[in-house]
């Protein structure tokens, strides 16, 4: 009860500083936003053709949505870097503060976010002619798979929070991530990627997750791979937990002098 | 009454630099404690090790009648840090960062708690402002009176005064002041030697890992030599006479100028003999005066013996 307390209050605490920097909001929308203009617009006319019956922008959208939450947890790894670096970590450390709620509570807000995030790219998706069949059902599926890929994807962030050096160097990781977003079937199906790559991109844990949405939302079906993309989350949020928990246990957590 | 504090033979390395050597002191409840060091003396590796924030390699350490690494839970129930740079919240209003730790503290009313403390620390009219707006006395100010919030029976304030101008600072130590006259257990870390010596009611000097010495600034300063006397002459020759005469029997330093300090001892006697000594040779300062002995000379005394046995 007193760790949910404190975690609620770690999280209320942490989503002030969100709203109250909206150039962290605005950077992590620009390019998600950007890059689904310009794949729609730009490059559409000529990746299309790759995508049979599917529209582009249907195409596209689940891994616009995947780019979002991995640019928003970068800033979850700063913050948290940064409150490390002014101890103000290591002032709740010293508090009667269940331990598990300073981590807790940038998980939820950063989890909270980021799902705010996909939503404002989905709208603009929406804009610019992104259409589904999902019923009610397909969209909790989905919803339900966005929010445990970000929860999981969010505490690797606090790991690599804990350990970085700096602030700045906190978010780094996040470009493996995106890379991950490219070598798969987010902007082209794998069959047109030479075998070498193809071999990775069908076989990462982002591709599940990037199909199983993209299948809720254009044919209105869970698809063949749902279990492997939930197994996929599942499977990262335990051992990001297991190692952020770790981290943060070995009491070396002190900030620069 | 238990001490607020005892650590018996603490150590402390990071990878094989030694940084404690066997660290003993008891700090009694209620009294101000000043552990006194240079720069990279371990200061803030006691303060870590005694707020739970990392262990021991070696010995024991309790705080409030619980050992740091058995009891951690217990310990931070008692205690409160105040770190060397302000744990503030920049994003946050003054208001904001003091309701924060009244909700983690779980205090009945944080609201009220704020209210209170933003007006005893001369806050009201910075409260809603955020924290980046405040200068480096507010941010201080703020950060002290977070560490009230439930009111911890022991406070660590680790270098409370480095970085602050002469008036934050004499603010500063009328507010430990204060804490120590309502009970509160007060342990701070200073490089500064006036300021151990206006606030504590005792002091140990940690110097390379281990405490030199310790006891009141009184019991500290006889540890130097005492009855020392300063002699100003009117010309050189005088001085060059009078260093001739004494400097076999009296340890004596040359000032700058014309000026020469003697100690005699200390008892009114040897402070006679030395004048008579003066008189016998015709000698005759144009000036003198006593030197009351300072907790900085303790502090290099005490370190420079310690390098010549290295």
């Given at each position: 009860m007193r760790a949910l307390k404190d975690t609620w209050t770690m999280a209320k605490r942490s989503l002030r500083h969100i709203v109250r920097s909206p150039d962290t909001i605005i950077t992590v929308l620009i390019s998600p936003i950007a890059l689904l203009l310009m794949f729609v617009y730009v490059l559409g006319g000529a990746l299309g053709r790759q995508t049979g019956s599917v529209s582009y922008v249907d195409f596209i959208t689940p891994g616009i949505i995947i780019m979002t939450v991995v640019s928003g947890i970068a800033y979850a790894a700063f913050r948290l870097n940064n409150d490390i670096q002014k101890g103000i970590i290591n002032r709740f450390r010293t508090m009667p503060v269940a331990s598990s709620s300073i981590l807790s509570g940038q998980a939820m807000s950063s989890t909270l976010s980021n799902l705010f995030s996909s939503l404002l790219v989905l709208a603009v998706a929406f804009a610019i002619g992104f259409r589904t069949s999902a019923g009610l059902v397909e969209w909790l599926l989905f919803a339900g798979l966005l929010a445990l890929f970000t929860l999981a994807t969010t505490w690797m962030a606090i790991f690599f929070g804990l350990q970085a050096k700096s602030a700045e160097g906190a978010g780094s990781f996040s470009y493996i991530?995106?890379?991950?977003?490219?070598?798969?079937?987010?902007?082209?199906?794998?069959?047109?990627?030479?075998?070498?790559?193809?071999?990775?991109?069908?076989?990462?844990?982002?591709?599940?997750?990037?199909?199983?949405?993209?299948?809720?939302?254009?044919?209105?079906?869970?698809?063949?791979?749902?279990?492997?993309?939930?197994?996929?989350?599942?499977?990262?949020?335990?051992?990001?937990?297991?190692?952020?928990?770790?981290?943060?246990?070995?009491?070396?957590?002190?900030?620069?002098? | 009454m238990k001490p607020a504090i005892t650590v018996r033979e603490l150590k402390k390395a990071y990878k094989k630099n030694a940084v404690l050597k066997g660290v003993d002191f008891?700090?009694?409840?209620?009294?101000?404690?000043?552990?006194?060091?240079?720069?990279?003396?371990?200061?803030?590796?006691?303060?870590?090790?005694?707020?739970?924030?990392?262990?021991?390699?070696?010995?024991?350490?309790?705080?409030?009648?619980?050992?740091?690494?058995?009891?951690?839970?217990?310990?931070?129930?008692?205690?409160?840090?105040?770190?060397?740079?302000?744990?503030?919240?920049?994003?946050?209003?003054?208001?904001?960062?003091?309701?924060l730790i009244g909700d983690l503290r779980h205090v009945k009313d944080s609201a009220q708690t704020a209210k209170a403390l933003l007006s005893k620390f001369n806050l009201t009219d910075a409260a809603d402002r955020r924290v980046t707006t405040f200068s480096g006395g507010m941010r201080r100010r703020l950060d002290i009176a977070m560490s009230l919030i439930g009111t911890p029976s022991i406070i660590f304030l680790d270098e409370p005064t480095t970085g602050?101008?002469?008036?934050?600072?004499?603010?500063?130590?009328?507010?430990?002041?204060?804490?120590a006259q309502s009970g509160t257990t007060v342990f701070l870390t200073t490089q500064y030697l006036d300021e151990a010596d206006e606030l504590a009611d005792s002091i140990a000097l940690l110097h390379h890992g281990k405490i030199v010495a310790q006891g009141t600034a009184a019991e500290l300063k006889k540890l130097v030599p005492g009855g020392?006397?300063?002699?100003?002459?009117?010309?050189?020759g005088q001085l060059k006479a009078a260093i001739t005469l004494l400097e076999k029997d009296y340890e004596i330093t040359k000032g700058d100028d014309l000026t020469l300090t003697v100690a005699s001892g200390g008892s009114t006697t040897q402070v006679a003999g030395l004048f008579i000594r003066l008189r016998d040779a015709k000698l005759e300062p144009a000036d003198?005066?006593?030197?009351?002995?300072?907790?900085?000379?303790?502090?290099?005394?005490?370190?420079?013996?310690?390098?010549?046995?290295?």
């Open positions: 991530l995106m890379f991950l977003i490219f070598i798969s079937p987010s902007f082209v199906p794998t069959t047109s990627m030479t075998p070498l790559l193809r071999g990775f991109a069908d076989n990462q844990p982002f591709t599940p997750i990037i199909e199983t949405m993209r299948s809720l939302l254009t044919t209105g079906t869970a698809g063949d791979k749902v279990w492997l993309a939930f197994g996929w989350c599942v499977g990262i949020l335990v051992v990001m937990y297991a190692l952020a928990i770790r981290q943060y246990k070995r009491k070396t957590i002190v900030a620069n002098s | 008891t700090v009694e409840s209620g009294t101000i404690f000043a552990l006194l060091g240079s720069n990279g003396a371990g200061k803030t590796t006691i303060i870590n090790i005694l707020t739970t924030l990392i262990e021991a390699d070696g010995g024991t350490a309790t705080v409030g009648g619980f050992d740091v690494v058995k009891s951690s839970a217990k310990v931070r129930q008692h205690i409160s840090l105040t770190g060397q740079f302000a744990a503030v919240d920049d994003m946050l209003t003054g208001r904001e960062n003091l309701e602050l101008d002469p008036e934050a600072r004499n603010d500063m130590w009328q507010t430990i002041k204060t804490l020392r006397v300063k002699f100003t002459f009117h010309e050189e003198f005066s006593q030197q009351v002995p300072t907790l900085d000379d303790v502090f290099f005394k005490l370190t420079s013996n310690k390098k010549e046995e290295k």
